[in-house]
């Protein structure tokens, strides 16, 4: 049973389901901290576009249906809020060592800092996102890939407002410090970088973007999902509702490189080129040849496999058994969802060969939600090939190893070719060109982000959309640049 209205107050300067307006205390920290984040997002986020009109949904209430809205907003009036997903009656703790006991209210002291650790780092990715990303305004493929940009972007700024409430309301002054860092941190920074590698890394262009929300934005989604088990209640219900959000974003990945495949399939086509490898001939079109998207792909997804942490854990463990990080869809599991007794199997690097071991599966988590996210990904990468296998070219894209190209885990030690087979330094030097894009690569990607801002044209690199935004026709004007 659910209690608590679906629908989102209006009213005051922080939309919120929360009942801020009876909560003093904590309305008066966000109101405190409310000018630094538009201070941030003003110099921080999407750069050159602060007074255009931009289609955007936002969300007024948290029900299951109809909770987004959509108008043409000036970013900066954006109607950032705190939106919970309502409350389960009776929830219960589902897994780990306080498994059955009510679900927690309040934090319970004993796990503290623990729980401020995982507030935090999933907090800072959110606005490092928004950093990486606020040049790309610039080269633009269309309006309509523009306003999707913004409309990640200024999600993403909400995601940051979810973790700031969780941390203010619960954490006193600890919280209201750690909500100050959080604006203080900048991706890429040399002194005071975002917490986790691939949100220090650069978003150049737009295959990066779309490569990004596809790859990075789905560990977002494991990791909230992971969350949103909870037995912090307050914390499962604030993930819960992020995921809502979040798929939209993994949507503008997936579609995005989807409809760049399909250009370049349409314009090999076009120009009679069988071969995938012809890339002179193929670049020469104005499109990106397949070839270098499996790269940018080798890239994203290597990058993003970091973000899982070691393969064992003792954190992971230990968040698990405290009932505060659960697995991937734990209320579907059918286990006893303690796991002291169970095992996983984990690969493992043994004698310079990659090995499968048995693992104890409470240290093993972070691996198995790895394990979780791969499959996913698989799904997507197959719905790219459906668009090479309805053209009838000669190409597939594929995830590479887990091994290849690591920086963190088991595998950060070694060189791995896309297949899993170790490689000494010198071969890798070598090789890596063939794997990950080149410096050219890169270059040529980018003299091809040239933007476009006619209503209803897209730049030559990539298709037009199957369908707009909502619903809307296809010269709808989504982004009014002048304001
Ligand atoms: N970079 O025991 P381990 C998203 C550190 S994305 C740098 O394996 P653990 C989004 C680690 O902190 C989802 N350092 O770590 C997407 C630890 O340090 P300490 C974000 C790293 O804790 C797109 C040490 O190495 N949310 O939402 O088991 C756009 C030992 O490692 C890295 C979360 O991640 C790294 N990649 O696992 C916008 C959820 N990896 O403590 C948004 C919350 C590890 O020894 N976070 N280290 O000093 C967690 O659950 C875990 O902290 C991690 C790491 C899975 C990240």
């Known amino acids: 049973m659910m209690t608590e209205a679906t629908t989102v107050d209006y009213d005051g300067l922080i939309p919120n389901n929360v009942g801020l307006n009876q909560d003093q205390r904590v309305r008066k920290a966000l109101e405190v901290w409310h000018p630094g984040y538009i201070d941030w997002w003003k110099t921080m986020g999407p750069d050159g576009f602060q007074d255009s009109l931009v289609y955007l949904r936002t969300a007024i209430g948290v029900g299951s249906e109809g909770w987004a809205k959509f108008g043409f907003v000036k970013m900066p009036e954006y109607k950032w809020g705190v939106l919970l997903a309502p409350q389960v009656e009776g929830r219960t703790i589902p897994f780990g060592a306080h498994k059955g006991e009510p679900a927690w209210q309040e934090v319970p002291g004993e796990y503290r800092s623990m729980l401020r650790r995982l507030l935090v780092i999933q907090g800072d990715t959110e606005p490092a996102s928004v950093e990486q990303q606020r040049h790309l305004g610039a080269t633009a493929p269309s309006l309509y890939d523009l306003r999707n940009l913004f409309q990640v972007n200024v999600e993403e700024g909400r995601h940051l407002w979810a973790m700031v409430y969780l941390l203010q309301k619960y954490f006193g002054r600890d919280g209201r410090e750690e909500a100050e860092d959080l604006l203080r941190r900048r991706s890429g920074s040399e002194d005071s970088p975002r917490m986790l590698g691939a949100f220090n890394e650069r978003t150049p262009d737009w295959l990066s973007f779309f490569m990004f ?17 909870s037995g912090f209640d307050p914390l499962s219900r604030t993930c819960r509702f992020m995921l809502t959000e979040e798929a939209h974003h993994m949507f503008v990945g997936e579609t995005g490189v989807q409809r760049v495949i399909q250009r370049t399939c349409d314009a090999m086509k076009a120009a009679g080129i069988d071969d995938p490898y012809d890339i002179a001939r193929i670049r020469a079109l104005g499109v990106i040849d397949l070839p270098t998207i499996q790269k940018k792909a080798n890239l994203h997804f290597s990058l993003t ?12 463990a230990n968040a698990f058994n405290a009932g505060l990080k659960g697995r991937y869809r734990e209320d579907r599991l059918t286990d006893d969802h303690q796991l002291l007794n169970a095992s996983y199997p984990v690969l493992r690097l043994k004698d310079g060969k990659v090995t499968l071991d048995d693992a104890p599966a409470l240290s093993a988590l972070n691996m198995r939600l790895r394990d979780d996210y791969v499959a996913d990904t698989e799904a997507g990468i197959a719905r790219w090939n459906r ?6 070219v000669g190409f597939r894209m594929s995830l590479p190893h887990v091994a290849f190209n690591r920086g963190i885990g088991e595998f950060a030690v070694c060189h791995a070719d896309t297949d899993g087979t170790i490689l000494t330094a010198d071969q890798w030097a070598k090789r890596s060109k063939d794997v990950l894009p080149s410096t050219e690569d890169n270059q040529f990607i980018a003299s091809l982000m040239q933007p476009v801002r006619d209503a209803g044209r897209y730049a030559g690199w990539i298709a037009p959309p199957r369908i707009g935004i909502d619903n809307m026709p296809g010269d709808f004007e989504y982004v ?3 304001g």
Do not use: P, Y
Request: proline share 0%; glycine share 8%.
């Open 387 to 392: 668009v090479l296998e309805r053209a009838g």
């Open 305 to 316: 496999l970091d973000l899982f942490g070691n393969e064992i854990s003792s954190n992971a």
């Open 480 to 482: 009014r640049i002048e």
């Open 213 to 229: 929300t596809f790859f990075t934005d789905r560990d977002g989604k494991m990791q909230l999902a992971a969350l949103a088990q």
